[in-house]
């Protein structure tokens, strides 16, 4: 994995704040973000009302064990994706994913968001979290007994967990609408529009395209350049190989375009 913290510093100093898809930094230069916490913040940072409900719980003195309503909120929010299933959570991810295996006997498969609803066979799995946290939260089948019960986390982010999944799937609604739209071709040719077409047309000579999630096409061993030459224009893709850059969602994308631009027949 790239040290893309002190790549960052070096450039840019210290991040101030991160708002959306960007990150501004204490040299009031904007980064357009496409790691987003991994993939934890593939909402975007400070959207929707994450951050508010969890001042919320706060507020009322809710920060020990205790039965809560965020309990029943993430089971519903959850419930959303996968309507028949039974809902756990753990303290980490490398847990949920550990009780999963031992009950499938093979590797966790690991859902993510965007990506086509096509049916899980597995009777247990984990869901990639859409709130940067290393809570640990898996699905279980209706007929599956004898689940190890779910861990006594901080209310305070559980109910958290649950308004980011709430956000999340209404998301994932008009992302979907929006997807027939084009593929209608309803859409008009706005800037964003030609832009996004131009983006397209690009994106194959580094990446292969998976929905929202970007996996590098370049060898190994040239990721690093590709990796630093973005970062030298004011753009952070995944410091990993293996972890998908996500594809961000914003009103014009010419940074993204003349960078790609650039790098054409050099990777």
């Not at 869901?127 to 019960?149: C, K, R, W």
């Amino acid at each position: 994995m790239i040290d893309y913290y002190n790549e960052i510093y070096t450039r840019f100093g210290t991040i101030r704040r991160a708002r959306g898809f960007y990150l501004y930094t204490s040299k009031n230069i904007r980064l357009i973000d496409m790691y987003l916490d991994g993939g934890q913040s593939i909402l975007g940072r400070r959207t929707g009302q994450k951050h508010l409900v969890f001042k919320q719980f706060l507020d009322r003195g809710l920060t020990c064990r205790l039965p809560t309503q965020a309990e029943i909120n993430l089971k519903k929010a959850v419930n959303n994706f996968f309507p028949l299933m039974q809902v756990r959570w753990y303290e980490t991810q490398k847990k949920a994913i550990s009780i999963c295996e031992s009950i499938t006997a093979k590797p966790a498969v690991i859902w993510k968001p965007f990506l086509p609803d096509k049916k899980i066979e597995e009777n247990a799995f984990v869901l990639s979290l859409p709130f940067p946290a290393d809570y640990g939260v898996a699905v279980f089948s209706s007929e599956l007994t004898d689940i190890p019960e779910s861990d006594a986390l901080f209310p305070p982010m559980l109910q958290t967990l649950a308004r980011a999944f709430f956000d999340l799937a209404a998301e994932t609604k008009k992302y979907i609408e929006e997807k027939q739209r084009a593929n209608l071709k309803t859409i008009s040719l706005k800037k964003k529009d030609t832009d996004k077409k131009t983006l397209d047309n690009l994106i194959p000579y580094f990446w292969e395209q998976k929905e929202v999630y970007l996996f590098p096409k370049m060898p190994e061993s040239a990721y690093t350049d590709f990796f630093q030459s973005a970062l030298d224009a004011h753009i952070l893709i995944a410091p990993e190989y293996h972890r998908p850059s996500i594809l961000p969602r914003l009103n014009i994308y010419t940074e993204l375009i003349n960078f790609l631009k650039t790098q054409r027949g050099k990777v």
